[in-house]
């Protein structure tokens, strides 16, 4: 069965690759792993997309306690954006 993908999800998408970033669609992979792993300025950033008011399941919630890395929930592109550039004034 296939996973569900946010409304919002294609659109983020497109434009994070018309910004220059590199994105793999993961939401198939399913048990909370993040829906895109972006690509930008040589960092990687794992985004769980969710649409505005959408709620975390309970295999991302688990994912989110338990990872040992960075880990972003967006709503927008807004917000992808924000991180990436944030990231990517960081310094190695």
Known sequence: MPKRVDANQAEIVRML??????????HEVGRGCPDLLVGYRWRS????????GGKLTKD???F???WKGNH???RSIEDAIQIIIDGSD???
């Open 60 to 62: 991302e919630i688990e």
């Open 64 to 66: 989110n306690d338990t």
């Open 45 to 52: 950033y794992p985004m769980e997309v969710k649409s505005k």
């Open 17 to 26: 690759r018309d910004f220059g970033a590199s994105v793999i669609d993961l």
């Open 72 to 74: 972003y929930i967006i």
């Open 90 to 92: 960081m310094e190695d």
